[in-house]
């Protein structure tokens, strides 16, 4: 009798086969990828040979280096010995070269180069593609469409709105004196930015300081700087798909649809305020509109309208960029004024001789209050609110000093290690405000709070605004001090964090009309 074709045998041997073909693709495939890599790196390697670094791991890159958050105190360390720029291999083949030399920077910020694409893509979930992830001539469409929105005029009628959210977070302090312990900072003077902005550029009506849907959207916004960081960073979850499946990756996309849903509330809201009968009209007859009024009535130069996507992107953009960037940069100057009392005090009466008990506070307040400008210039040097902004070469470069970078390459421009690097800053860990003295000279590309060139922050004079005001507010308020116990450690992320926060302890000065009357 002959054996059947379909018996048990020859199937087994047929997927064995199968599984021995398998296993041969896969092998082959994973040897192809292994000689990418190598080829990759050596090109890297080649590429970066003029710029030499500490050593590092053919796999694990410079990771043991960077263990324990403590990237911004390796990174003061490699400045000292590497004064214009570091590669920093994140893994065997990533790398990034640091740059923290004002020419250096003057270069990269003069041309082109679109953001790189790693880490900017890990944002896109959270932003989309609005001014701060674009390229190209839509980012310049955009850029365009959105610059009225800083107009002079509009930034003057800011002032009192700004005044009138810090007012809000100051009471709050007040009554949180009595339980006579060190107020943990950040957090309020997030909510605080956040009701500034709303106000401002969204045109919200009221306080949200006091809404636990706002400190929700805080929340989810510190966790999505976190959780961006991290992936960058790790070798194993670059991919989107399995990223998705892992805990990191859930617990983004939870975060996103929090931060999505304060969006598109606001959104919404302002829709239909401008259904509402005359009010349309009555927005189309202002000489300036507010952002969130330009993106809605919008148009392209091919006469499209703003796309909802593209719409809720620059909304997204602004609502993170607008209040947390501003958030950490009020922080870290009263954490900086609160450890240098005679500066603090020098403020003081200079905003005092100004604004007497603050009751008002104008635009025209702000260009003459030169010493405490300097101060708040200072901490920004000290604790610039973005660490570093990335590149990808568009195409070769070649420094002053006549090292160069083949098309393709990543650079960091480490705003953090340029403003601590001492051959740019003499003595860069002293709190010294006559830095920034009127008529002091100093390299053009060695101050970059705000980054520089044409892609610098567009809403710069809108922050450098607030600053002024909450930091005035604030000083004829309270003296501040700082907390012994819990020194803040300066955290790399998005935006400059403090990994154990920003603990002062407050003491209410009294109100010197209140003195006078007394008299």
Same mark, same amino acid.
């Given at each position: ?9 020859r ?38 040979q ?8 053919w ?8 263990q ?8 003061r ?12 291999w ?7 070269v ?14 082109s ?33 959105l610059?009225?929105?800083f ?38 003077v ?5 009701d500034?902005?709303?106000k ?22 510190n ?11 790790n ?20 975060a996103?649809?929090l ?18 009968e005359?009010?349309l ?39 993170f ?40 506070i ?9 010493? @405490?400008?300097?101060? %708040?210039?200072? /901490? ?7 660490? !570093? +902004?990335?590149?990808? #070469? ?32 003499p ?6 405000p ?44 309270f ?5 012994? @116990?819990?020194?803040? %450690?300066?955290? /790399? ?6 990994k154990? !926060? +920003?603990?002062?302890? #407050? ?5 010197p ?7």
């Amino acid at each position: 009798m002959s054996v059947s074709v379909l018996s048990p045998s020859r199937l087994l041997g047929g997927v064995s086969g199968i599984l021995q073909v398998a296993s041969l693709l896969i092998l082959l495939l994973l040897l192809i990828k292994a000689a990418q890599l190598y080829l990759h790196r050596q090109w890297l390697l080649k590429a970066l040979q003029q710029f030499p670094c500490p050593p590092s791991h053919w796999l694990f890159g410079h990771k043991q280096e960077f263990q324990q958050d403590q990237e911004l105190q390796r990174i003061r360390k490699w400045v000292e010995t590497f004064p214009s720029a570091c590669p920093l291999w994140l893994w065997g083949g990533k790398v990034r070269v640091l740059l923290h030399d004002p020419d250096y920077m003057k270069v990269i910020l003069g041309r082109s180069d679109p953001k790189s694409q790693d880490p900017y893509r890990f944002l896109a979930p959270w932003i989309g593609y609005g001014l701060l992830l674009l390229n190209g001539q839509t980012w310049f469409q955009h850029r365009r469409m959105l610059t009225p929105a800083f107009h002079y005029d509009i930034l003057k009628a800011y002032v009192g709105l700004m005044a009138d959210s810090v007012r809000v977070m100051l009471d709050k302090w007040e009554k949180l004196l009595g339980q006579d312990s060190p107020l943990e900072v950040f957090q309020h003077v997030s909510l605080m930015t956040l009701d500034t902005i709303m106000k401002c550029a969204f045109s919200h009506q009221g306080s949200i300081q006091v809404d636990r849907n706002s400190q929700s959207y805080i929340q989810a916004i510190n966790d999505l700087n976190n959780l961006t960081f991290s992936r960058a960073r790790n070798a194993f979850h670059q991919n989107d798909t399995i990223y998705s499946l892992i805990s990191p990756g859930r617990w983004t996309h939870r975060a996103c649809q929090l931060a999505h849903q304060h969006t598109d509330q606001v959104i919404q809201l302002r829709k239909a305020q401008l259904q509402k009968e005359g009010e349309l009209e009555k927005v189309k007859r202002k000489k300036h509109l507010d952002f969130l009024d330009i993106l809605l009535l919008a148009k392209m130069e091919n006469g499209s309208i703003l796309s909802d996507k593209d719409l809720r992107a620059e909304v997204d953009t602004f609502m993170f960029e607008g209040h947390d960037t501003t958030a950490s940069g009020i922080s870290w100057i009263l954490y900086a004024l609160a450890t240098h009392p005679k500066h603090q005090e020098r403020c003081r009466e200079e905003i005092r001789g100004l604004l007497g008990d603050g009751a008002s506070i104008t635009w025209n307040h702000l260009d003459q209050m030169p010493y @405490t400008t300097m101060c %708040i210039k200072e /901490a920004l040097r000290l604790y610039p609110p973005v660490p !570093g +902004i990335g590149r990808e #070469l568009s195409t070769p470069v070649t420094f002053p000093d006549g090292r160069s970078l083949p098309k393709g390459i990543m650079v960091m421009l480490s705003i953090y290690g340029l403003h601590h690097n001492p051959k740019v800053w003499p003595n860069p860990e002293v709190f010294d405000p006559s830095r920034f003295a009127p008529g002091s000279a100093r390299h053009s590309h060695a101050f970059l709070p705000f980054s520089g060139g044409s892609r610098n922050c567009i809403r710069k004079q809108f922050a450098m605004n607030e600053l002024k005001v909450a930091t005035a507010l604030t000083l004829l308020r309270f003296e501040l001090l700082p907390d012994p @116990t819990r020194t803040p %450690i300066p955290l /790399a992320r998005l935006v400059l964090k403090s990994k154990n !926060g +920003i603990h002062l302890r #407050l003491r209410r000065l009294p109100n010197p009309c209140e003195d006078k009357d007394q008299l």
